[in-house]
């Protein structure tokens, strides 16, 4: 059974960093596409980022280029989210979610229509 569980939450101060955790179980990670999502309170979910399957390329938004980085751990069947340079408007539940089908890749235009399986999300609150 194919599932992704969200860590890493919590409150930050603008500037500040935070490193979400993707825990993937039923499927071995490396084989699979992971993206990185977004939704905050009126606002339509976003792609922020994700990570190819097959050769590890990796995709930012705009908003969030130079100031996320997206990384893949295989031994701990994880994926990373570092946030760094926070800014109020980070403030949302970060998804992660997958294809749930090995060698399916996205990008950040494909990801939200490719992505079938999801997590819990963890809520991200950038405040002074």
């Known amino acids: 059974q194919v599932q992704v569980v969200e860590s890493g939450g919590g409150l930050v101060q603008p500037g500040g960093s935070l490193r979400l955790s993707c825990a993937a179980s039923g499927f071995t990670l490396r084989y699979y596409a992971i993206g990185w999502f977004r939704q905050a309170p009126g606002k339509e979910r976003e792609g922020v980022s994700c990570i190819s399957s097959s050769d590890g390329s990796t995709y930012y938004a705009d908003s969030v280029k130079g100031r996320f980085t997206i990384s893949r751990d295989n031994a701990k069947n994880t994926v990373y989210l570092q946030m760094n340079s926070l800014k109020p408007e980070d403030t949302a539940v970060y998804y992660c979610?997958?294809?749930?089908?090995?060698?399916?890749?996205?990008?950040?235009?494909?990801?939200?229509?490719?992505?079938?399986?999801w997590g819990q999300g963890t809520q991200v609150t950038v405040s002074s």
């Open positions: 979610a997958t294809p749930g089908a090995p060698f399916v890749d996205m990008t950040i235009a494909t990801m939200t229509a490719m992505s079938h399986y």
